[in-house]
T-cell receptor
Framework: GQNIDQPTEMTATEGAIVQINCTYQ??????LFWYQQHAGEAPTFLSY????GLEEKGRFSSFLSRSKGYSYLLLKELQMKDSASYLC?????????FGTGTRLQVFP | DSGVTQTPKHLITATGQRVTLRCSPR?????VYWYQQSLDQGLQFLIQ???????AKGNILERFSAQQFPDLHSELNLSSLELGDSALYFC??????????????FGPGTRLTVL
């Protein structure tokens, strides 16, 4: 079967660092995506990992370990506008399978 | 603005009815994907078209169908609507297929309410 697990909710303070974990068990793996989605809006692409290791992009970084079926998204210097849902998605052969998302609330 | 357009933005209809949702991909994108997002569920992949041909199928009900036209726009047809079909329906597009790491660009979505 296909299983992607993320925490349902997280809270953090403005200026802090937060790590959102994602574990997956899928029948195939061709890459892992992270998307950001504000309430009622379309998801927007954050990162893509296909090889093990860390990909850094400004305040956001994403890490992948294929042997452990594990990824995380690291958000630094949190801002209020980072309050959103963060979706982990595995590309499996021919389709993108999304986790249910982690709702992050950033407080002042 | 992702460059993907979807119409209508909102749709309210009754059970048993049929509706058509429309999507225009970004200029140059050949792949179109349809997703359903209900309140308590994540994004569920429905179907993908690439250059007019069906490429991949997800958890799409038999009451739902889609097609991609020669000008690359796509339509998702939902029939015999049920209350549980109420959801946000997103269309996304990418240049090729996501297997090459191609980012999917999402449209603003169509919010369907079935009463």
């Amino acid at each position: 079967g296909q299983n992607i697990d993320q925490p349902t909710e997280m809270t953090a303070t403005e200026g802090a660092i937060v790590q959102i974990n994602c574990t997956y068990q899928t029948s195939g793996f061709n890459g892992l995506f992270w998307y950001q989605q504000h309430a009622g809006e379309a998801p927007t692409f954050l990162s893509y990992n296909v090889l093990d290791g860390l990909e850094e992009k400004g305040r956001f970084s994403s890490f992948l370990s294929r042997s452990k079926g594990y990824s995380y998204l690291l958000l630094k210097e949190l801002q209020m506008k980072d309050s959103a849902s963060y979706l982990c998605a595995v590309y499996n052969t021919d389709k993108l399978i999304f986790g249910t998302g982690t709702r992050l609330q950033v407080f002042p | 603005d992702s460059g993907v357009t979807q119409t209508p933005k909102h749709l309210i209809t009754a059970t048993g009815q049929r509706v058509t949702l429309r999507c225009s991909p970004r200029s140059g994108d050949l792949s179109v994907y349809w997703y359903q997002q209900s309140l308590d569920q994540g994004l569920q992949f429905l179907i993908q078209y690439y250059n007019g041909e069906e490429r991949a199928k997800g958890n799409i009900l038999e009451r739902f169908s889609a097609q991609q036209f020669p000008d690359l726009h796509s339509e998702l047809n939902l029939s015999s609507l049920e209350l549980g079909d109420s959801a946000l329906y997103f269309c996304a597009s990418s240049v090729e297929g996501t297997q090459s790491g191609g980012e999917q660009f999402f449209g603003p979505g169509t919010r369907l309410t079935v009463l």
